[in-house]
């Protein structure tokens, strides 16, 4: 902190005062244009979204202010409910197998083999793919009577699937998002391995401790980092699934992969119900805010026992 | 014994997931050389016994690809270009310079990253809208041109490992802050400028909601909102409907082989230690 500048009065400070005030000037210029994005293009539209959810607006009428009767629609609409427990529970499927299988991959990965660089490149690719694309290669795959993945079903003794029927295409598209991503938390998890320092592992070598300790006493508890950034970032990105139920699904069948994402998209741009959309994304954002809170004081309050 | 068995082990799911991951690369691949009536043959053809371009050219007459990759492009390297002068710049900023409050902005524009775009949607889309920018590329390009709280964090991350003595001895030397800057900061932040560069690109590539919102026109059109829209028209060709996602993946793939060191790299850089 810059001392309080009234009680330096000496005239040779003076100039240092001057400078300094100009360099605080300079510090403010090189920050502007990022942080002064921030707010016109994030901070203040998130604030917005509160007021607009308390209107009805169409872009066609006037705005109208009605209070909290969006959010009582909300609650006695049996899409909006549907929707709620779609996304929930795909977050809970793919938040979960996506870390575990990392873990999986990662624990091959750290070993010293020979050409183990190679794998990670590759592990890597579907993340930087564009999902429209991929999931229009996936959907192909996909196909239930003349795709790739039943003949290798049909092949291995086990029975076509119909990816797309009601009770599997939100499957299809959770499998899509796993493929797409796991790469990604993959080398996350890499790094934090192999960022904890040898000497733990050396000493717990020294008093023989078996694999799996080592894993829950050291591994583990020194990763907690990197999964909290995992976690909250999955989830909050998991919540936010969109493209590939659009180009997958496009919501159905039924509304069967209307998640919420989706729901907000078509309410705000085919109903034009701006007001209604912004009460769902409200919702969501409490929701969001609500679980990353939760997950920041349960990573705080579990303390391992290193020693 | 057990060793040799273990590691066979290990390559094994190595490979396996290696196969998984490039499986649907593969299979886009070759139904976009098949001719359109093989490619329902049951059992599949593996490899194709005949090397067919011609559903590339089939697309590309159906839709107008060059119009949409220009599109795209021109949107994507204004934003990169923006997104690494002005993520630099606050980088700088945050890391080297000393302001009242420099701190506090700094913590409000890291929590940005828990605002799920999601949230924003609305009211960005209504300020467009009251700006006259839908149907415009300044729709696209300036929300996201003065850089993101992950680009701001990922060089000052960069910037505060960088010694004091370069810019002290620049100082020294006469140059001013903003010459210091340039001349000696940027330089050396090289390779963080590309890993940031190349993720931007990427990203912006990829984008699809917000252009499927924004722009009506469909001679504007992005990439992969007008591959979502080829969808449509080719129900019963897969042959050129995988032409169309191998042409829209095409550069990413190419980025991505001649670069992806950085990719690696903008994993690691992402600071968590």
Partial sequence: ?307 | MKKVLDYGLTYMLLIFFAVISLFPFYWMLITSLKDRKRAFVYPPEWIPDQILLSNFSKVWNKIDFATYMSNTLFVTVILVAGQLMFCAMAAYGFSRMTFPGRDFIFVLLLGSMMIPQIVTMIPLYILMKSLGWIDTYKALIIPGMFGNAFGVFMLRQFFLGVPKEFEDAARIDGAGIVRTFVTIILPMAKSALVTLGVLTFVQSWNNFQWPLIIINSPEKQVISVALASLQGQFTADMTGMMAGALITLAPILIIFIVAQKYFVQSIQMSGFK
Avoid at chain 1, 14 to 30: A, C, E, H, S, T
Avoid at chain 1, 129 to 156: C, D, E, F, H, R
Avoid at chain 1, 204 to 220: E, M, P, Q
Avoid at chain 1, 283 to 294: A, D, E, G, S, Y
């Fill in chain 1, 1 to 307: 902190m810059i001392s309080n500048p009234t009680l330096e009065h000496a005239p040779p400070l003076l100039n240092k005062q001057k400078k300094i005030n100009r360099n605080w000037l300079y510090g403010y210029l090189f920050i502007l244009p990022t942080f002064g994005a921030y707010l016109l293009f994030s901070l203040i539209p998130t604030l917005a979204v509160f007021v607009l959810s308390l209107f009805r607006w169409d872009f066609v009428n006037n705005p109208s202010f009605v209070g909290v009767q969006n959010f009582n629609r909300l609650f006695h609409d049996p899409l909006f409910i549907k929707s709620l427990g779609i996304t929930f529970s795909y977050v809970l499927y793919n938040v979960p197998l996506q870390y575990l299988l990392s873990l999986i991959i990662v624990l091959a990965l750290s070993r010293p083999l020979r050409g183990v660089k190679a794998f990670r490149v590759i592990y890597l690719v579907p993340w930087v793919t564009t999902p429209v694309a991929i999931s229009i290669v996936w959907k192909w795959v996909l196909s239930p009577t003349t795709g790739v993945m039943n003949y290798l079903l049909g092949k291995m003794g086990m029975d076509r699937v119909d990816w797309f029927s009601s009770a599997m295409a939100m499957k299809s598209v959770l499998m899509v998002n796993i493929w797409q991503h796991t790469g990604f938390s993959t080398l996350i998890m890499l790094v934090g391995i192999q960022s904890i320092p040898k000497m733990f592992y050396e000493s717990a070598k020294i008093d023989g401790a078996s694999v799996t300790r080592v894993f829950w006493h050291i591994t583990l508890p020194l990763l907690k980092p990197t999964l909290l950034f995992l976690f909250i970032t999955g989830i909050i990105g998991s919540f936010q699934i969109f493209d590939a139920v659009y180009t997958i699904t496009n919501g159905g069948p039924g509304d069967s992969t209307s998640v919420l994402y989706f729901l907000i998209y078509k309410q705000a741009f085919n109903f034009l119900d701006m007001g209604y959309a912004s009460a769902m994304s409200v919702i969501l954002f409490l929701i969001l805010m609500i679980i990353t809170l939760l997950q920041f004081t349960v990573f705080r309050n579990t303390t391992y026992d290193l020693s």
